[in-house]
């Protein structure tokens, strides 16, 4: 096939194609027109509106909002802190200069804050290693203790992680480490009061 065969046969083509595009996305039309329709019938405008052969309108009636969802469960609430917990808490590298801890200040109640603060200060002043080393956590599992059921303001988590450490140019060690978290309910929901990553 010649050259100007070929390139009329792939303008012919896409001719086609895009008729039967243009067909298929072309906008629909109402097959009934307002004049034609019977007495009394009620047909519907653009707005939503619904209107009635002789030009009266019904506007529908909006439904009320739907009330916000109730709070979660005390025992999903509490896994859930403290899966965001665990993984950013156990997630860290020796250029992060903590910030894995400082994230979590928003979930964590006054007195663990002020205890980590303390403890980053002591932190900060000790030499940096001089290689990089760094580690994930995945949270594998958890499970909670709530002493008195739905009603508790207290709970223990128990989240079993999976971590894998990198240090230098040694290759990567991975291995399961729980971590306890003890939370306190206060009223704007459970925060971590203290964690300890378990040998």
Do not use: H
């Amino acid at each position: 096939m010649d050259r100007r065969k070929r390139t009329i046969l792939i303008v012919a083509v896409a001719l086609v194609v895009i008729g039967i595009l243009a067909f298929l996305l072309r906008p629909k039309r109402d097959s009934e027109s307002p004049a034609s329709s019977p007495a009394g019938a009620l047909t519907s405008s653009s707005s939503g509106a619904l209107t009635r052969a002789g030009g009266l309108t019904n506007t529908p009636v909006l439904d009320a909002p739907e009330p916000p969802p109730p709070p979660p469960p005390a025992e999903t609430a509490v896994r859930q802190v403290a899966m965001t917990f665990a993984e950013r808490y156990g997630s860290y590298s020796s250029e992060g200069d903590f910030v894995n801890v400082t994230d979590l200040f928003p979930i964590m109640t006054e007195r663990y804050q002020r205890a980590t603060e303390r403890e980053l200060i002591r932190l900060r002043q000790q030499p940096r290693a001089s290689e990089f080393s760094s580690t994930t956590t995945v949270v594998v599992k958890v499970d909670v203790d709530l002493p008195d059921g739905e009603s508790s303001r207290e709970a223990t988590a128990r989240v079993l992680t999976q971590r894998t450490d990198v240090r230098g140019g040694v290759t990567p060690r991975t291995y399961g480490q729980t971590l306890t978290v003890q939370l306190l309910k206060i009223s704007e929901g459970w925060r971590a009061d203290s964690a300890k990553w378990q040998e």
